[in-house]
C-alpha cells in the first residue's frame, strides 16, 4: 500500500496480500467484503489528497458494488512471424498476440474464450481463482493503421464471470532513423521537439523549453513549481526501441521545489500499455533516483508518490536501468511533475536535459512495408488414436459455415491437409471414426496452418 493510500489503494493492497498467502476462498471472502461495502471493483477515487469539507471540496468517491471480473494486466507479446517476420507490426500484416488474463477475483472463471475484434479468437478454458493463463491470437493489422502510431486493438472476453472487455494499443511499424540523445537544443523556446508531446493535468503550469539554467545551452525542458492552484505537467517522450535486457537511460536534471509537496517521477509505458512508474514497471535507478515522498497535497495528482523533491543544488546525473522484459520492445518514457496548491520557491521547478541512452535510441521516423497476405491457405495436420498411433481413413470434415463441409479422408500414417482454403475467416475442423471420439478443433486462418492435430479417445 503506498503512503497516504486511498480506499481503493488500501483495498487493492489487501487483496494482493490475499493472493499472495492466502486461498481462492480468502480471496472471493474479501471481494464480497468490499463489494457490500461499495469499494466493489469498479469503485473509483477523484482528486485523491483533495479536500471535502462539507462535501464541496475537490475528492470524489464513485460507489461500486460489482464483483470483479477478469483482468489483462500483464503485457502482451507481439510476434510477427506469420508475416514478414523482422519483429515489428505493419499495416496489412498477420501478427500473434500472445494475450495473458488474470483472474484475481477468487472464484473459478470457467468457459473462458477471447475474440479479437477484426481477429481471431481463443479458447482459455477454465482460469483459477488466483492464477493467469496466456493463449496465442492471430489479428491482421489494419491497411490504413498509421506508420509509426498506436493502434487499438478491442479484446472481448466472456466467461462464467460475465463478459469484458480491454482496449490495448500497438505500436505499427519498424523503426527507420534513430538517435541515442535528445538535449532539446535543436528548437525555439517554448517550443519542443518534433515526436515529444506535454500536457498539463488538474490546472497545472505546462513544460516547456527554456533557456533559462540549461544543461547544455540553449534550452532545457522546464516544468514551474506553482505557487497557487498546483496540478500538473506531462512531458512524453517518442517512441523508444530497446534492443538490450541491459539497456539504460541516463538524464540530467536540476530541481528546486518545496521539499514533501511538489515534485517529479519517471513513468513507462511498455509495448503501448498503460503507464508505470519505472519502478513498479520493474526498472531501476543505478543512480539519483527518488529522495522523497510526496504528501497528499490538495490537487497534486502525484501525492503519495516516491520522487525527487526539495532542492537538487544544481543538475544531478540520474541513472536508470530499463525493466528487462523491455528487450526487443518499442516503449515510452514520460516525465511528470505535480504541485499542491500553495508554497513554491521562487522561480522553482524542474529541468530535464541531456536524455541519452544505451541499449535503445529513439526513433526518429518508422519504415512499414510488407507483403500482401495471401489470399489463400493450408490447414494440415495428424489424426492419432489414444496409443500415439496415426489413424488411417478417419473422416476430416471442414466446416465453412457456408454450404455443405469439405471433406477429406486421413492416410495411412493418419496425416490429412485441406488446400486453397480462404484466408481470414475461423473455421471448424472435426473427425469422425467408427471407433474412437474426437473434440472439434476452432481455427481461425490467416495463413497455412499445421499441426492441427485430433487425439482420439474410447
Same mark, same amino acid.
Given at each position: 500500500s503506498p503512503p497516504s493510500p486511498t480506499f481503493v489503494n488500501a483495498r487493492d493492497a489487501i487483496i494482493a496480500a490475499g493472493v499472495a498467502g492466502g486461498t481462492p476462498a480468502d480471496v472471493a471472502d474479501m471481494w464480497a467484503g468490499f463489494a457490500v461495502r461499495g469499494l466493489g471493483a469498479d469503485a473509483i477515487v477523484q482528486h485523491p489528497g483533495g479536500n471535502s469539507t462539507s462535501g464541496t471540496g475537490t475528492a470524489r468517491v464513485t460507489q461500486s458494488f460489482a464483483p470483479p471480473n477478469l483482468f489483462q494486466v500483464e503485457s502482451i507479446q507481439i510476434s510477427d512471424a506469420s508475416g514478414d517476420n523482422d519483429g515489428f507490426p505493419e499495416p496489412g500484416e498477420i501478427i500473434t498476440l500472445t494475450v495473458p488474463l488474470t483472474n484475481n @477475483?477468487?472464484?473459478?472463471?470457467? &468457459? #473462458? @474464450?477471447?475474440? #479479437?475484434? $477484426?481477429? &481471431?479468437?481463443?479458447?482459455?478454458?477454465?482460469?483459477a481463482g488466483t492464477s493467469t493463463s496466456s493463449q496465442q491470437v492471430t489479428y491482421v493489422v489494419p491497411t490504413d493503421a498509421t506508420c509509426g502510431g498506436l493502434t487499438s486493438v478491442t479484446l472481448n472476453v466472456n466467461s462464467s464471470l460475465g463478459p469484458v472487455a480491454f482496449v490495448r494499443d500497438i505500436f505499427i511499424g519498424k523503426p527507420g532513423s534513430t538517435i541515442p540523445i535528445e538535449n532539446f537544443d535543436n528548437v525555439t523556446a517554448p517550443g519542443i521537439p518534433a515526436g515529444w508531446t506535454a500536457?498539463?493535468?488538474? $490546472?497545472?503550469?505546462?513544460?516547456?523549453?527554456? *533557456?533559462? %539554467? !540549461?544543461? @547544455? !545551452? +540553449?534550452?532545457?525542458?522546464?516544468? %514551474?513549481? =506553482? %505557487?497557487?492552484? &498546483?496540478?500538473?505537467? /506531462?512531458?512524453? *517522450? =517518442?517512441a523508444i526501441a530497446v534492443s538490450s535486457p541491459t539497456a539504460t537511460l541516463s538524464f540530467r536534471n536540476n530541481y528546486n521545489t518545496e521539499i514533501d509537496w511538489d515534485g517529479g517521477v519517471l513513468e513507462i509505458s511498455i509495448s503501448g500499455g498503460g503507464f508505470k512508474d519505472i519502478l513498479a514497471a520493474g526498472g531501476s535507478f543505478q543512480q539519483n533516483g527518488y529522495n522523497r515522498i510526496l $504528501?497528499? $497535497?490538495? /490537487? /497534486? !495528482?502525484?501525492?503519495?508518490?516516491?520522487s525527487w523533491s526539495g532542492n537538487s543544488n544544481g543538475y544531478v546525473t540520474t541513472v536508470v536501468q530499463f525493466p528487462p522484459n523491455t528487450a526487443g520492445s518499442i516503449v515510452q518514457l514520460r516525465w511528470r511533475f505535480g504541485?499542491?496548491?500553495?508554497?513554491? !520557491?521562487?522561480?522553482g521547478g524542474w529541468h530535464i536535459d541531456t536524455i541519452s541512452l544505451v541499449g535503445a535510441t529513439f526513433i526518429t521516423s518508422f519504415e512499414c512495408s510488407v507483403p500482401p497476405p495471401p489470399a489463400f491457405a493450408n490447414i494440415s495436420g495428424r489424426i492419432i488414436n489414444p496409443f500415439g498411433t496415426g489413424l488411417r481413413n478417419a473422416n476430416v470434415s471442414l466446416n465453412t459455415g457456408q454450404g455443405e463441409p469439405i471433406k477429406v479422408l486421413s492416410s495411412s500414417l493418419g496425416?490429412?491437409?485441406?488446400? /486453397? #482454403? +480462404? #484466408?481470414?475467416?475461423?473455421?471448424v475442423v472435426s473427425v469422425a471414426s467408427k471407433r474412437y471420439r474426437f473434440q472439434s478443433q476452432q481455427v481461425n486462418l490467416f495463413n497455412n496452418l499445421t499441426n492441427v492435430d485430433f487425439v482420439g479417445e474410447e
Open positions: @477475483t477468487g472464484n473459478l472463471a470457467t &468457459g #473462458v @474464450t477471447l475474440q #479479437v475484434a $477484426g481477429g &481471431g479468437s481463443a479458447n482459455f478454458g477454465a482460469i500536457e498539463a493535468i488538474s $490546472g497545472g503550469t505546462n513544460f516547456i523549453s527554456s *533557456s533559462a %539554467l !540549461p544543461d @547544455t !545551452p +540553449p534550452n532545457s525542458m522546464f516544468a %514551474l513549481d =506553482p %505557487l497557487t492552484v &498546483g496540478g500538473g505537467t /506531462n512531458l512524453t *517522450s =517518442p $504528501g497528499a $497535497g490538495t /490537487n /497534486n !495528482p502525484l501525492g503519495g508518490r516516491s504541485a499542491d496548491d500553495n508554497t513554491a !520557491p521562487i522561480g496425416y490429412y491437409q485441406f488446400d /486453397n #482454403v +480462404p #484466408v481470414g475467416s475461423g473455421y
